[in-house]
């Protein structure tokens, strides 16, 4: 189920903004060989990251980037487009996160999100976690990247009736 685009602007939404079954594209962001080196030479430092030459010979046929700077490249555009700068609180961890494809230099990478779940906590009625499926896009629109986020985030009406089970 797709639902329009948000009603309201990043520095509007709130978790009753969040509702299961919105999908939408955001992006993009250009992928830079030498960013990919800087960031393995310093956090993931394995040959088919840091060298061209190397990496050219092993089981990607040339360089690729770190799943994690793409986990990073994702969260500068969920960030950037979807999570709310004003209600969101924390996230307590992710889940399923699998690596689909290499990210190469001069991909471009995109985020497509779909709300699964959005419920109001019954101990803390001020806010709501809301589950998200997120795929990380490259220009072929072949998703290299999927993981199941969990966020928190602040009701508009904190004084609302916490919903029945």
């Known amino acids: 189920m797709t639902v329009p685009a948000f009603s309201t602007s990043i520095d509007q939404r709130y978790f009753e903004d969040y509702v299961p079954g ?20 310093q956090y993931d430092p394995q040959d088919i990251h840091t060298d061209p030459v190397r990496a050219a ?33 924390a996230s307590p961890g992710i889940d399923e996160l699998r690596w689909l494809a290499p990210v190469r230099p001069g991909d471009t990478l995109s985020i497509r999100v779909t709300v699964r779940d959005a419920r109001r906590s019954r101990s803390k009625p001020d806010r709501g976690i809301v589950h998200t499926f997120i795929e990380v896009l490259n220009q072929q629109g072949t998703a290299v990247m999927t993981m199941l986020a969990m966020n928190l985030l602040r009701c508009r009406d904190a004084a609302a009736p916490t919903p029945a089970p």
Do not use: K, N
């Open 22 to 41: 919105f999908t939408a594209e955001y992006g993009s962001i250009v992928v830079d060989a030498g960013e990919v080196v800087e960031f393995a030479r």
């Open 57 to 89: 010979a092993g089981p990607f046929d040339g360089l690729i980037a770190s799943g994690w700077q793409t986990a990073g490249w994702m969260m500068r555009l969920y960030a950037t487009h979807y999570l709310s700068s004003v209600a969101s609180l």
